[in-house]
């Protein structure tokens, strides 16, 4: 890292119960934020007993299991196929519940570019391009997301080292580099479907995504 970020401190914290429409439910302590770098309202999720591990790794032992998780209202709320996001976001809480960590819900919504212009995206993916080439045709970038708030968010936990819950290798080279020692990279599974083929597809060939795809035979 080549200068220490701004410091960010924990706002708000309070308990929220969480219930997802298979059943599962658990409760969150969730965390907002003062100083955050791009202003916008991000939050943390402590989840599973997240305070012993984060007190264990401040001494040596295991790192908390952290999943930076970019907000998507169309698949974590109104349960969209188009992307695999939903089923991720309920894996990733179950899986941080067992060991102890954070969920990051960082608002950054198609991969960065805004809801408005994710679904201006959606109608060039229906009209035949992937969701890297419609991101560059709107003149945006394949992928716009920045961690740099996610890091600012750790810091002011106490984390500094993490096991990263995530496929998508860029989210570990932001995190190492802005500061942030990634001592495991824990892949998700993948969650398939016929409606969500392409785009998967797409963040494997595209994004370098570490997902197991079936071959696909004509």
């Not at 202003?39 to 401040?58: I, M, N, Y």
């Not at 212009?117 to 009209?127: E, F, H, I, R, T």
């Not at 963040?203 to 197991?212: C, E, F, Q, W, Y």
Request: aromatic share 6%.
């Amino acid at each position: 890292m080549d200068e220490a970020l701004p410091v960010a401190t924990v706002r708000t914290q309070v308990t929220v119960p969480l219930r997802f429409p298979d059943g599962y439910a658990t409760t969150a302590r969730v965390f907002s934020f003062h100083g955050l770098v791009d202003g916008r309202e991000h939050l943390a999720l402590g989840l599973g007993d997240w305070a012993s591990t984060v007190d264990g790794q401040a001494a040596g032992g295991p790192p908390p299991l952290v999943r930076p998780h970019s907000e998507c209202l169309t698949g974590d709320v109104f349960g969209s196929q188009r992307c695999d996001c939903g089923p991720q976001l309920r894996e990733a809480v179950e899986r941080i519940v067992d060991t102890g960590g954070f969920l990051l819900y960082l608002r950054q919504e198609g991969r960065g570019i805004g809801l408005y212009a994710k679904l201006d995206a959606y109608a060039l993916q229906d009209a035949g391009l992937d969701t890297y080439e419609a991101n560059l045709a709107l003149g945006r970038g394949a992928d716009e997301r920045n961690y740099t708030a996610a890091v600012q968010m750790l810091a002011a936990l106490g984390v500094s080292r993490v096991a990263l819950l995530s496929n998508n290798p860029d989210k570990a080279a932001q995190l190492e580099r802005l500061g942030v020692t990634v001592t495991d990279r824990v892949s998700t599974a993948v969650h398939l479907s016929p409606a969500n083929a392409g785009y998967l597809a797409a963040k494997a060939s595209r994004g370098d995504h570490a997902l197991d795809l079936p071959l696909v035979h004509d």
